[in-house]
């Protein structure tokens, strides 16, 4: 892990210590689990819990992509851009910064990687040893439907978990070969900021970037295939981020079908983008590539124990079973919802499953969402266009933030809370949240939506004032309204009456 400093040096006798040595087998394990990300972590730690007898396989680093090179070094340096934001800001508050005040991006880094290797005791080879696990570094392999091989030694399992995770894929890009670019892997060791950089793919983590590094100082290009940003979402809620991102100084380029890569001098890398009408030539210090994942299925040996898989991954049934009885799934290896909660989620059904011959099902997970740019934006359940194509009439109800008292004294008063109700109910099936701290509020339309609580009654529920959260019990007063027909109303005004 670069750099070699003492933050990366304690991250690493944490996660994968030098001098560790592998247990010896002591006959057969209720579960082998390979790889130790989430969901392999929370599977081990779980069963270990419960009394199996466990093991635990990791080739590289113990925490995976959320603690090494995801959620964690990518949240650190968001919230160093958001700072440099509001100190960019503050003169709209009265608060007069002087001229000239330094964003030193060494100690951004620096301080990310402290605190880093500050969390990663927890996912750490010692924690998971001192829970019971066996802990095994080094490649797993399947050897046939009871056998995995860890290098030179072969582990006899009742059952195996399969949690290894993804990794940034390399879309097919002209030039992308020729050129050296940054991935997810890669992109937390840089100790210089690029003055300029380019970002292939305006998903999450091309967003979330693009803001962070133009908030720190770098001149930002987004480039992106499709017409807009963020398109598995609400486009009314991508396009506050998008011009959000503008505000913030990314260009964005859309529509850029078209790319080219190549080297220019200096180990500069050249974008030849066309984008509809305009062509582009930039060249950029420094290229992030955030286009997909690719699940980490190579080398597994699962075509020996008739583990069926395709480009999105190992397949599983709705019980995260695969295609051989014994052998399940977790985690991004084999789900669209690649976030850490849901690996964690999934990993706590497999352990039912597996082990107690549950039959929790990956449909019945109610899984929200969140992109970390300012504002955020975080999502649970269907859209619109979900419901439309699954048959589910709906009636929406939408707050937007910049009737919220709290949104307005923060000056946050970009975006909204948008809920969708099965049409006459208030039942709820989805819900977008635009604002800056949506990740945090749409936890509460997922407790309504696996509580079965609806949204009359969330209207009932006293929230502080003055809140951003506050949104979401308006939403429910919104829908509330619109039970006062003209029959109850009149009924109402009736009996008012009938007290004077
Ligand atoms: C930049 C970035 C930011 C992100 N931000 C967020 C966020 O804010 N919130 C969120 O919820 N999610 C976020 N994610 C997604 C999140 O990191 C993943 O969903 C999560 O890590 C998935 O966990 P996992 O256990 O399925 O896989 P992984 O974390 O990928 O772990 C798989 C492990 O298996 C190991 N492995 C693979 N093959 C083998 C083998 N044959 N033998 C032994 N070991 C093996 C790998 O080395 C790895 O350690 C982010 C991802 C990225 C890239």
């Given at each position: 892990?670069?750099?070699?400093?003492?933050?990366?040096?304690?991250?690493?006798?944490?996660?994968?210590?030098?001098?560790?040595?592998?247990?010896?087998?002591?006959?057969?394990?209720?579960?082998?689990?390979?790889?130790?990300?989430?969901?392999?972590?929370?599977?081990?730690?779980?069963?270990?819990?419960?009394?199996?007898?466990?093991?635990?396989?990791?080739?590289?680093?113990?925490?995976?992509?959320?603690?090494?090179?995801?959620?964690?070094?990518?949240?650190?340096?968001?919230?160093?851009?958001?700072?440099?934001?509001?100190?960019?800001?503050?003169?709209?508050?009265?608060?007069?910064?002087?001229?000239?005040?330094?964003?030193?991006?060494?100690?951004?880094?620096?301080?990310?990687?402290?605190?880093?290797?500050?969390?990663?005791?927890?996912?750490?080879?010692?924690?998971?040893?001192?829970?019971?696990?066996?802990?095994?570094?080094?490649?797993?392999?399947?050897?046939?439907?009871?056998?995995?091989?860890?290098?030179?030694?072969?582990?006899?399992?009742?059952?195996?978990?399969?949690?290894?995770?993804?990794?940034?894929?390399?879309?097919?890009i002209e030039g992308l070969d020729s050129i050296d670019y940054l991935?997810?892997?890669t992109l937390?060791?840089l100790t210089e900021l690029p003055k300029r950089i380019g970002i292939i793919?305006?998903?999450?983590?091309?967003?979330?970037?693009?803001?962070?590094f133009?908030?720190?100082g770098s001149e930002v290009y987004?480039v992106?295939?499709?017409?807009?940003?963020?398109?598995?979402?609400?486009?009314?809620?991508?396009?506050?981020?998008?011009?959000?991102?503008?505000?913030?100084?990314?260009k964005?380029m859309?529509?850029g079908?078209?790319l080219k890569l190549s080297p220019a001098d200096e180990q500069q890398i050249r974008m030849q983008v066309n984008?509809?009408?305009?062509n582009h030539d930039i060249t950029v210090d420094q290229l992030l590539v955030?286009?997909?994942?690719?699940?980490?299925?190579?080398?597994?040996?699962?075509?020996?124990?008739?583990?069926?898989?395709?480009?999105?991954?190992?397949?599983?049934?709705?019980?995260?079973?695969?295609?051989?009885?014994?052998?399940?799934?977790?985690?991004?290896?084999?789900?669209?919802?690649?976030?850490?909660?849901?690996?964690?989620?999934?990993?706590?059904?497999?352990?039912?499953?597996?082990?107690?011959?549950?039959?929790?099902?990956?449909?019945?997970?109610?899984?929200?969402?969140?992109?970390?740019?300012?504002?955020?934006?975080?999502?649970?359940?269907?859209?619109?266009?979900?419901?439309?194509?699954?048959?589910?009439?709906?009636?929406?109800?939408?707050?937007?933030?910049?009737?919220?008292?709290?949104?307005?004294?923060?000056?946050?008063?970009?975006?909204?809370?948008?809920?969708?109700?099965?049409?006459?109910?208030?039942?709820?099936?989805?819900?977008?949240?635009?604002?800056?701290?949506?990740?945090?509020?749409?936890?509460?339309?997922?407790?309504?939506?696996?509580?079965?609580?609806?949204?009359?009654?969330?209207?009932?529920?006293?929230?502080?004032?003055?809140?951003?959260?506050?949104?979401?019990?308006?939403?429910?007063?919104?829908?509330?309204?619109?039970?006062?027909?003209?029959?109850?109303?009149?009924?109402?005004?009736?009996?008012?009456?009938?007290?004077?």
């Amino acid at each position: 892990m670069l750099p070699e400093d003492e933050h990366n040096k304690k991250l690493v006798s944490h996660v994968h210590p030098a001098d560790w040595t592998n247990p010896t087998p002591s006959g057969k394990y209720n579960l082998v689990i390979i790889g130790a990300g989430t969901a392999g972590l929370v599977t081990a730690a779980a069963a270990a819990e419960l009394g199996a007898k466990v093991a635990l396989i990791e080739r590289h680093f113990m925490g995976g992509d959320c603690l090494n090179v995801g959620c964690v070094p990518s949240k650190a340096i968001i919230s160093a851009a958001r700072v440099a934001a509001s100190v960019k800001d503050a003169g709209q508050f009265g608060i007069h910064v002087p001229e000239g005040t330094e964003i030193n991006f060494k100690q951004v880094m620096s301080r990310m990687r402290k605190l880093r290797s500050e969390i990663s005791p927890h996912d750490s080879v010692e924690r998971f040893s001192s829970l019971g696990i066996d802990v095994y570094l080094g490649q797993g392999e399947f050897i046939d439907s009871s056998h995995i091989s860890v290098d030179d030694t072969q582990l006899h399992f009742s059952k195996a978990v399969i949690c290894t995770g993804a990794r940034a894929s390399a879309p097919p890009i002209e030039g992308l070969d020729s050129i050296d670019y940054l991935t997810n892997e890669t992109l937390f060791s840089l100790t210089e900021l690029p003055k300029r950089i380019g970002i292939i793919g305006a998903g999450p983590i091309g967003c979330e970037m693009a803001q962070a590094f133009a908030r720190l100082g770098s001149e930002v290009y987004l480039v992106e295939a499709a017409d807009s940003i963020l398109t598995k979402e609400n486009p009314d809620a991508a396009a506050i981020i998008r011009e959000q991102l503008i505000n913030d100084g990314v260009k964005l380029m859309c529509g850029g079908k078209e790319l080219k890569l190549s080297p220019a001098d200096e180990q500069q890398i050249r974008m030849q983008v066309n984008s509809g009408e305009c062509n582009h030539d930039i060249t950029v210090d420094q290229l992030l590539v955030a286009v997909g994942r690719a699940p980490n299925t190579e080398g597994l040996g699962l075509e020996k124990v008739g583990v069926k898989y395709s480009k999105k991954g190992v397949v599983i049934d709705d019980h995260f079973r695969t295609t051989n009885k014994r052998i399940f799934a977790a985690g991004d290896i084999c789900s669209p919802y690649q976030f850490t909660h849901a690996a964690d989620f999934m990993a706590r059904s497999v352990i039912r499953n597996a082990l107690f011959f549950g039959r929790a099902k990956h449909s019945s997970l109610v899984i929200p969402w969140c992109t970390y740019t300012s504002p955020e934006l975080a999502h649970v359940g269907l859209n619109p266009t979900e419901a439309e194509k699954r048959g589910v009439k709906i009636d929406t109800f939408t707050q937007p933030m910049a009737e919220v008292d709290r949104a307005i004294l923060d000056g946050e008063t970009k975006g909204f809370v948008c809920v969708h109700v099965k049409k006459g109910s208030d039942k709820i099936v989805g819900a977008t949240i635009v604002a800056n701290h949506a990740g945090d509020m749409i936890g509460s339309i997922s407790i309504a939506m696996t509580q079965g609580i609806g949204l009359g009654s969330i209207a009932n529920c006293i929230h502080p004032y003055p809140t951003q959260g506050e949104a979401i019990r308006k939403v429910g007063d919104l829908y509330n309204k619109t039970r006062l027909t003209p029959t109850v109303a009149s009924i109402m005004k009736r009996l008012i009456d009938w007290q004077r």
